[in-house]
């Protein structure tokens, strides 16, 4: 069984900018390098070349324009023991944020108060983290927005997203195990432990909506409010 297109970046992120390689900025600053030759989760695979851990740390030997910390609030607090902290000059830091390197955040991208950045998070130019919202191990595009009391885990979340106060994006089995994709009536392996969703351009998740482990969403795709989203689905899918 051949993966759906769906599965590709090309097809969840038609919009996204060109670049050459992780060190030239695209029109939209710094955006990751995303493989349309294999599924694009496969960004998050332990080990494998030029996954998000190894793009982020590329970006720390980069010499970028940062902000100037003493600009920011002295609620604005950083942990650097596993890598360092980049914020372009020109993104917005509000009070009483936290920030555990390695993690990049884009000039232009909203940092709201009470956000907690996590390893490995890459927030691009003009996307936003809201209030009591946690992003850990995952890619926001340009424009993406996760702006009240969401969990991010482990997920991509590409151009005009938008979750609604509430929506968790659940990156772990209760049993622990390896995380399956289910495809209409058919199961394959994801070969993660740890995955939480993939949502094309111009998704828009409803308050208090859940996707499941593994779960990916072509452009446009619609959550209603308090539903939970399991599988792989194509563009313009409504969930209610």
Not at 145 to 150: E, G, I, L, S, V
Not at 215 to 220: D, E
Request: include cysteine; aromatic fraction near 6%.
């Amino acid at each position: 069984m051949e993966w759906p297109n769906h599965a590709f970046a090309n097809s969840l992120f038609p919009t996204l900018p060109s670049s050459k390689s992780i060190v030239e900025p695209s029109s939209e600053g710094y955006i990751p390098t995303l493989s349309n030759e294999e599924p694009v989760w496969h960004i998050f695979v332990e080990g494998k070349e030029r996954n998000l851990k190894h793009q982020i740390n590329v970006l720390g030997s980069i010499r970028l324009e940062l902000i100037d910390r003493k600009t920011l609030s002295n609620t604005v607090t950083f942990d650097e023991s596993k890598g360092p902290v980049m914020i372009e000059l020109g993104a917005v830091i509000e009070p009483s944020t936290h920030f555990i390197g390695p993690c990049f955040v884009g000039k232009g991208a909203i940092i709201r108060h009470g956000a907690y950045i996590r390893e490995n998070a890459w927030i691009c130019s003009s996307a936003l983290v809201g209030h009591c919202s946690e992003v850990k191990h995952s890619i926001l595009l340009p424009g993406a927005k996760a702006p009240h009391f969401n969990y991010v885990g482990d997920s991509i979340l590409g151009k005009a997203v938008n979750l609604g106060a509430g929506v968790k994006l659940s990156n772990l089995r209760n049993d622990g195990g390896e995380v399956i994709l289910t495809i209409g009536d058919a199961r394959r392996s994801s070969g993660l432990r740890k995955f939480g969703a993939i949502l094309g351009e111009g998704c828009q998740l409803g308050c208090n909506a859940v996707t499941n482990p593994g779960t990916i969403l072509g452009c446009n795709s619609t959550v209603w409010p308090n539903v939970t989203v399991t599988g792989v689905h194509g563009e313009k899918s409504n969930h209610r």
